[in-house]
């Protein structure tokens, strides 16, 4: 195989954005290449295990823990906040909160992404952080029926921690890890689903206890303020940040002009609208229903136990559907789960939509990485920030629209139909997106055969085990 001694482009940045890439001259950042191989040398050297690595992955883990874990677990509040400290407010300003919180997590990205890619990983933890603990301490002085004291601290300042803390607890694992890089950035995002089940059991059973409100909101709090500084002692970076920046111009208008892409970002929008109803309300409706006190402070639980086992096995289903199949199966899926939360009235039902819901937005939210990566060949990953931040404004419209529908009255149909009709309907921009890049794909494929069979291409082929051969078409 003839080595080209021309420096190859690659960038160093979010995590699956380290695979070289065709196209990426116009976005990357130029490395020296060993005389061995293609590949840049800093791309040899991922060490796939130590004790800098294995502590860094346990680290990512613990902020996704005290990060999208407590969001998780917005639910809890929405319940009390309801029944107890902001009876005098509406059911759309209360969900409001949440939805807000969830989007600034979202829409960040495309600002913590980039700040990440220029180096700036440490003072995005400790800014995130401080941020994430000073807000929730603040939490606990917000007086009973004092919406805006809560909104700035709940839905303002923990939203603005979540976006700054996401994108770096999860990028600096592509540090340390290549080849095993799926694996532990599936052991880190387990984190956030951790978090979610410890998060609401204990604010259940503190906020409704004899510790009440402010204290136990102060425990959480204290709990998210050690576990996020054992974070930051165990995280390290070990690769130097790009030394040209990348064209995030050049990057933005290449996605935008990608119609698959378009369709993915669509979708984006209609489905987040409608997918976190479930986690939102369904503490709320249980309650109103009749269900078991007992039982209902565990109602999150089972949904959140359930995503973790979807999360871990859609790796697996993947892998005989393909990420394209198993994306529209899980959409549909979530969207038929939140038309049947129309029927909820009994134990029995909130059990089994728990479980099923959880299973299906596990396996979708563990889909997601890998269907944007590929959409967007781009090596600087710019299509997953545009992707996640269009998704924000759904995230941030849906649940305060279902709070509206279901009034003061409690009329859960109605946010339910809304939920659920505008989830099938992001899924079908899925299967359009589907059917338009898998057309794509085979034409690409019918150009490339015909360009070999005119020019008698000649493909060098590396195998691992046999070493290198040549293939020359007719």
Known sequence: MTVDTKPQTFFAGPPAAQEHKEGSEELGVEYPVSEESDLPLVVQEFPEGGLAAWSTAFGSRLILFCSLGYTSSFGVYRDFYTEHYLTHETSFAISFIGSFNGSLGSTLRLISGSLYDRGYFYHLVITGSLLQSFSLFMLS??????????????????????????????????????????????????????????????????????????????????????????????????????????????????????????????????????????????????????????????????????????????GYIAAFTGVLNLIVIAAISCGSLILGMIGLGSLTSVVILGVLFGYCAGVYDSIVGPLVATLTPNPSELGG??????????????????????????????????SGIVSLAGAAMYIFMQFIYIRRQKKDESTRERQRSDTGYVETVYDGNRGTSTKQAN
């Open 141 to 314: 002085l917000a007086k009973p029926n004092q919406y805006f004291q809560v909104f700035l601290t709940h839905g303002l300042g923990s939203g603005i921690a979540l976006g700054l803390l996401h994108v770096p607890s999860l990028a600096i694992v592509s540090h340390y890890f290549k080849r095993r890089r799926t694996l532990v950035m599936t052991f880190a995002t387990l984190g956030s689903l951790m978090g979610a089940i410890v998060y609401s059991i204990m604010l259940n059973n503190l906020l409704n206890g004899r510790v009440g409100f402010a204290n136990g909101v102060r425990a959480s709090a204290g709990l998210t303020s050690v576990l996020l500084l054992v974070a930051y002692l165990c995280m390290r970076t070990r690769l130097d940040s790009p030394t040209t920046p990348v064209n995030y111009i050049a990057a933005a208008k290449k996605c935008l002009r990608d119609v698959p892409f378009i369709f993915a970002i669509v979708r984006a929008f209609l489905f987040l609208i409608g997918l976190y109803y479930p986690t939102s309300f369904l503490q709320l409706d249980s309650m109103k229903h009749g269900i078991d006190t007992t039982f209902l402070f565990y109602s999150l639980v089972i949904v959140n136990a359930s995503s973790s086992v979807g999360r871990v096995t859609a």
């Open 385 to 418: 920030w545009i992707y996640f931040f269009v998704g924000g404004f759904g995230n941030l419209i849906g649940n305060p629209i279902s709070g509206a529908l279901l009034t003061s009255k409690y009329i859960w149909w109605k946010p339910a139909l809304f």
